[in-house]
């Protein structure tokens, strides 16, 4: 079946450093959607991404989509305490709108 | 407010017991969700339900059951023959048509001992 891999599992980083999480899938699928996690919460929407190439930002956090859509990134610049948590990719399956999940990629800031 | 409660937020229970989580979603939204996670792991799809009464297997269904008998309502059954329930239990609900993002209760921490 379609599978979704996601890296790094871990990235830690000093405040102010970037961070970046990738997504690859073996198929061309038709949408993604990036989700945030909190430690001990709940995973939250954050965008998702349709067109072949896309580029989306929202303030420090950058999003792309793969020109043949089978693989994606988040880039966070300048981590913030407030960004800690988990991130995760999901694509949207053609048929039946279930959502495949990456990994996850936690990011820890250093104290 | 409109959103996906999910009750209780800490459930303990014996080996060898039913244990049914609770899901209600106010949003109006036809497609509903369970998942599975456990610690420092992504979400497992166990059931899904795109309109009322009628339900499909995710990826991990051995051992769970639901029901949707109301479009608001999407409950959980973690039965014993379920090998490992002890994990954290998310429900979410969406809209259907176009792909739709989901939207997430708070979960359901499960422990059975």
């Known amino acids: 079946g379609q599978q979704v891999m996601q890296i790094p599992q871990y990235q830690h980083v000093q405040e102010g450093e970037d961070f970046t999480t990738y997504c690859n899938s073996s198929?061309?699928?038709?949408?993604i959607q990036w989700y945030k996690q909190r430690p001990g919460g709940h995973p939250v929407f954050l965008i998702q991404l349709v067109k072949s190439g896309e580029v989306k930002k929202q303030k420090r956090l950058t999003f792309q989509f793969g020109e043949a859509k089978k693989n994606s990134s988040l880039h966070i610049t300048a981590t913030q305490t407030t960004d800690v948590g988990t991130y995760f990719c999901a694509w949207v399956t053609d048929s039946n709108y279930q959502l495949i999940w990456g990994a996850g990629t936690k990011l820890i800031i250093k104290p | 407010d409109g959103g996906i409660t999910q009750s209780p937020k800490y459930l303990f229970r014996k080996e060898g017991q039913n244990v049914t989580l609770s899901c209600e979603q106010n949003l109006n939204h036809d497609a509903m969700y369970w998942y599975r996670q456990d610690p420092g792991q992504g979400l497992r799809l166990i059931y899904y339900?795109?309109?009322?009464?009628?339900?499909q297997k995710g990826d991990i269904a051995e051992g769970y059951s639901v029901s949707r008998e109301k479009k608001e309502s999407f409950p959980l059954t973690v039965t014993s023959a379920q090998k490992n329930p002890t994990a954290f239990y998310l429900c979410a609900s969406s809209s259907t048509g176009v792909a739709y993002e989901q939207y997430f209760g708070p979960g359901t921490r499960l422990t059975v001992t």
């Open positions: 198929t061309t699928l038709s949408n």
């Open positions: 339900s795109q309109i009322v009464n009628d339900f």
